[in-house]
């Protein structure tokens, strides 16, 4: 970890390197962005399979994509999670030993922007200050359980094209746990994934639109942010939250992972109808792995990040 400075009595940490995509990936920026030609992918529903392996019922076993606008991930992982009491439980503290916020234009308010001009609304539940806390909560416990044992926590700040960023955390591969349910999962991705939680008062019956609805569309766009954050932090400098990567970037080809885990604060407000054959109990935990393009969240992050970037509006930050 970086040498924390002292100033007016505050532990500071050292600000991180200001990325460029042309800097990080040793590509041109595109000159047409408004060009690009947004690529397409068949949708395939998902099969419900109920598939018990250990404290996870997986409802998944094959590839699924979406026919959406882009970020569009693909599905190569989908189960429930249980928590039993006797399940072990360890504090994690975070890698980052403060949470101060940076000063300027964060990711967070880009896409709000971005999600109020697509679909004229904003519709994160998550803004109300009461369910950020107990978002914070639910994420500082989930973290500590054994399927995140390899997983640092609040990784720490991103900052690229002058757009900051901070993961809820970041999984080295293979991660045994995930593997333990997926055998193949790591396979033709970057040896890493970006870990996002989520904890949410929407109904769950739209759970399998998860990348399509209008209501999470906001969490896609998060995560291509982060995972385009982390590439880049890896490919310029070869470390981040003290995983090191080296790697020659393959924009064309290279993939990386990601593990989106919702809480379902009253799963789908109809106890027992939506998930046939599995008992339905609130909260209800939900877990998806999506596999992402970089190719694509490139694409994605010219044609409507930087779009939208100098109309967002800086925070002041606590720094």
Known sequence: MDKLKIKRGRKRQEQ????????????PKPTSPDTMV???????????????AG?????????????????????????????????????????????????????SGV????????????????????????????????????????TVYQPGPIELESIHMTP????????????????????NHLPWM????????????????????????????????????TYCMFASTGTYAGLTNRFKPNIEKDRVLSRLTVCWVNDSYSFGKSTPGVIEKTPKYEVWVFSWSVKEILEWWSTHVLKF???ATPEKGTI
């Open 111 to 150: 896409i709000k922007l971005l999600m109020r001009r697509m679909s004229g609304t904003f519709a994160l539940d998550e803004a109300l200050p009461e369910r950020v806390t107990l978002g914070m909560a639910f994420e500082r416990q989930w973290m500590g359980y054994p399927w995140h044992s390899g």
């Open 168 to 187: 809820d955390g970041i999984t080295k591969l293979p991660d045994p746990y995930l593997t333990g349910l997926y055998p193949n999962i790591c396979e």
């Open 55 to 107: 404290s996870a019922i997986l409802l998944f076993n094959g590839p699924t994509t979406a026919n959406k606008p882009y970020p569009t991930p693909t599905v190569v992982g989908h189960y429930l999670q249980e928590v039993f009491p006797n399940v072990r439980w360890k504090q994690k503290s975070p890698y980052v030993e403060n949470e101060e916020r940076s000063p300027g234009v964060h990711l």
């Open 16 to 27: 991180p390197p200001r990325l460029t995509l042309a800097g990080s990936l040793n590509e």
């Open 194 to 229: 970006i870990e996002e939680l989520k904890l949410t008062y929407y109904s769950s019956k739209r759970a399998d639109s998860i990348i399509s609805a209008v209501e999470f569309q906001g969490w896609m766009h998060q995560i291509a942010g982060y995972v385009l954050g």
């Open 309 to 311: 970037r100098d109309e």
């Open 38 to 52: 947004v690529g397409s992918l068949q949708p395939v529903d998902l099969r419900v399979i109920g598939v018990r």
